[in-house]
């Protein structure tokens, strides 16, 4: 039996209500629901705010490595199959910042500004609910796929035609923090990017021999542009080149990095100020994962320290780094894996630290078990990709007060003429082309 449009927009509302039901309501999950509720200052959860609270905590929160959604299948065991599917659809689903295209009768036409993909979605609720809402603007929107049909989940938020430069910086933040979602539900950019992925480790390893480069924050700069320049123009560097941009540390140490903790205004411009720009010096790995692509790692050769020295525990802070590395989000189950392979005594120091018995597996687990669920590539190799990000390096500055200058004119490998200090192939370049 198939169902028509009204019994499909039903069913995904049951869905949806069950769901919000059962947060409040498991004696597994309702604990950890309040403790939510507690760190976005919520006191008291009203009707109104019901969903608005709701939807965040089940699409982002995990329970002992399990997803809201797959508790909540675990526990309703009488679940239709319609119900089973939605929610399969709902594990998949799309949360990102659209551009709107088109209104149409019974939903919108959205173009993702993170996966570079169009989507016509069906509204579950009447189009009157939306008013105001118009072709130009953007919004901060949940989509998911059922019946091979789009469904809007949610609005989060709406900027103006205006705010461009907010929306493309947003999509930039949310491609840093969740670089699988450019190809998520994009099989052609998946394809780019794996073929993107080949051809530059063959690149990195021909450049410097090695797949990973470790070097200071000051000169990490300096071996991503002997790299790019490599990989765009086959001009391999001397091994003198290369040595004068590695340098040791006379300490190894982990601490806070104060421009790691940027906020969303000026996020994007400390990260195309590169690691040179920061205060503090520290060390970096330049790493070329054959499977996920280029990462530049902070702290890499402080963490590695702890299981090379005679004693951990003379690394400062190395019990902040541990935890720095099994949390961070970017630093992936195969990055924890090389480190491994290098040093016999890694699982033995880190159950030192952590009281623990725990294999390598099981550590992988319990701290990157979205990197052991599916193909996370890194998200420098992502930006490499993205259209999005080319575009908004002409959207830092308003384009109405940027310098105007003849393009045709200017090298490759000279300065910008817009006075970035950056090679102009770096920066208007990609822009104007």
């Not at 109104?48 to 399990?66: D, G, H, L, T, W």
């Not at 016509?120 to 059922?146: C, D, N, P, W």
């Not at 601490?255 to 060390?283: A, M, Q, R």
Request: aromatic letters at 12%.
């Amino acid at each position: 039996m198939t169902l028509n449009v009204i019994e499909k927009l039903n069913t995904i509302s049951e869905v949806m209500t069950d769901l919000i039901n059962f947060v409040q309501t498991d004696k597994d999950v309702e604990p950890d629901f309040q403790e939510y509720l507690k760190t976005i200052g919520v006191k008291e959860l009203t009707p109104a705010q019901s969903q608005a609270v709701c939807m965040p905590y089940i699409f982002e929160r995990n329970i002992n490595s399990k997803n809201i959604l797959e508790i909540f299948l675990e526990k309703t065991k009488k679940a239709t199959k319609y119900a089973r599917t939605i929610i399969k659809g709902l594990t998949s689903s799309v949360s990102s910042i659209f551009e709107v295209k088109k209104i149409l009768k019974n939903g919108f036409e959205l173009y993702n500004l993170v996966n570079e993909k169009t989507y016509s979605v069906i509204s579950l609720v009447k189009m009157t609910h939306f008013r105001g809402i118009g072709v130009g603007q953007y919004v901060i929107a949940r989509i998911f796929e059922f019946e091979e049909e789009y469904y809007l989940l949610e609005i989060s938020n709406i900027l103006a035609p205006s705010q461009k430069d907010d929306a493309m910086r947003y999509a930039i933040a949310k491609i840093i923090q969740a670089p699988e979602l450019v190809y998520k539900d994009n099989s052609q950019k998946q394809k780019e990017i794996e073929k993107q992925v080949k051809k530059l480790y063959k690149k990195f390893t021909e450049c410097f021999e090695a797949e990973e480069i470790i070097t200071t924050n000051k000169l990490a700069d300096d071996i991503m542009g002997i790299f790019n320049d490599y990989a765009e123009n086959n001009k391999k560097p001397t091994k003198e080149e290369i040595s004068s941009k590695i340098q040791e540390l006379d300490e190894y140490k982990f601490f806070n990095v104060e421009e790691f903790n940027n906020s969303y205004e000026n996020f994007l411009e400390n990260s195309l100020g590169g690691f040179s720009s920061h205060k503090e010096t520290y060390d970096v790995g330049i790493i070329f994962d054959e499977e996920l692509g280029l990462s530049a790692v902070p702290f890499y050769k402080t963490f590695c320290k702890i299981f090379e020295a005679k004693d951990y525990m003379k690394v400062e802070n190395y019990d902040k780094c541990v935890e720095h590395f099994l949390l961070t989000d970017g630093i992936s189950a195969n990055l924890i894996r090389r480190v491994a392979q290098k040093y016999p005594k890694f699982m033995k120091i880190i159950n030192k630290i952590y009281s623990t018995d725990m294999t390598l597996e099981e550590l992988l687990e319990k701290y990157k078990p979205q990197y052991l669920k599916e193909k996370i590539y890194s998200s420098t190799t992502v930006l490499y990709q993205s259209n999005t990000f080319s575009r908004t390096l002409g959207y830092i500055e308003d384009e109405e007060n940027k310098p105007k200058f003849d393009a045709t004119t200017v090298g490759r490998n000279e300065p910008c003429p817009c006075g970035s200090g950056k090679k102009y192939k770096k920066c208007c370049m990609m822009a104007y082309s």
